[in-house]
């Protein structure tokens, strides 16, 4: 087993900016792709961002300009950089692995983190 630990939510005024990250609790050998997703309150998991072990990116048309995804493949960490942060942006944003594979003797799997909240005031 694997976790996702997710750090760098709070609470921020509309227009400002958040760094999120996402870490492996153990080393990860390989992964087919991170991403990050968010929930809002009453609302269903939706897709914000997401990048391939190749690099490969994927937006939500509502973040596209303004998020950034990468990721350190050394690390197997994943950023998600947040500009002109707005209050719809409100949610529990959280870190998916997809594909993941910790070594001999396991499966591949995706894994969630525990989610971190993001709050964007008015």
């Known amino acids: 087993q694997v976790q996702l630990v997710e750090s760098g939510g709070g609470l921020v005024q509309a227009g400002g900016s958040l760094r999120l990250s996402c870490t492996p609790s153990?080393?990860?050998?390989?992964?087919?792709?991170m991403g990050w997703y968010r929930q809002a309150p009453g609302k269903q998991r939706e897709l914000v961002a997401s990048?391939?072990?190749?690099?490969?990116?994927n937006y939500a048309d509502s973040v596209k300009g303004r998020f950034t995804i990468s990721r350190d493949n050394a690390k197997k960490t994943v950023y998600l950089q947040m500009n002109s942060l707005k209050a719809e942006d409100t949610a529990v944003y959280y870190c998916k692995g997809e594909g993941l594979w910790i070594g001999p003797g396991s499966s591949i799997a995706d894994y969630w983190g525990q989610g971190t909240q993001v709050t964007v005031s008015s």
């Open positions: 153990r080393t990860i050998f390989s992964s087919r792709a």
């Open positions: 990048i391939s072990n190749v690099g490969v990116t």
